[in-house]
């Protein structure tokens, strides 16, 4: 068993479902540090943790997912990480399991979306 080949197709969206909050935090990292004389956006970052923390419960019509909280946010993964492991394709986020990264995916989505960040 352990000399057989990856399975392309779970590893593939394992990876997906793995670099798409990362990428969002990097974002959201590198928003809340542009010094920009128009708008402050130096908010974001913590605004954004703050939402994830106050997550409210998962609703029972979405069986799949569990509730998993992130009491102290997910923003130091991308503020841990220099410019060069940024740029990586894959890699580690916080010692989270694969399987958190679903329940990080979703909450990340409506966190965004529910505070308005691009307005602060």
């Keep these: 068993m ?3 080949p990856p399975d392309l197709l779970h590893c593939f969206c394992e ?8 990428s969002t935090l990097y974002i959201i990292d590198a928003i ?20 994830l ?3 409210p419960v998962i609703p029972d019509n979405i069986p ?8 102290k946010g997910l923003i130091k993964i991308a ?8 740029s990586y394709a894959t890699g580690s986020g916080g010692k989270f ?3 958190i990264y679903l329940d990080a995916l979703f909450q990340s989505r409506l ?10």
Excluded: W
């Design 64 to 71: 799949h997912l569990r509730l998993c909280k992130f009491n």
């Design 111 to 120: 966190a965004v979306s529910t505070l308005n960040l691009y307005h602060i």
């Design 97 to 99: 399991g694969s399987s």
């Design 15 to 22: 990876e997906m479902i793995k670099s798409v909050p990362l």
């Design 79 to 86: 503020q841990s990480k220099t410019t060069k492991e940024k």
């Design 53 to 55: 923390r106050q997550f």
């Design 2 to 4: 352990y000399n057989s």
């Design 32 to 51: 809340s540090k542009y010094d920009g004389k128009d708008h402050n956006f130096s908010q974001n970052a913590g605004l954004f943790d703050m939402s």
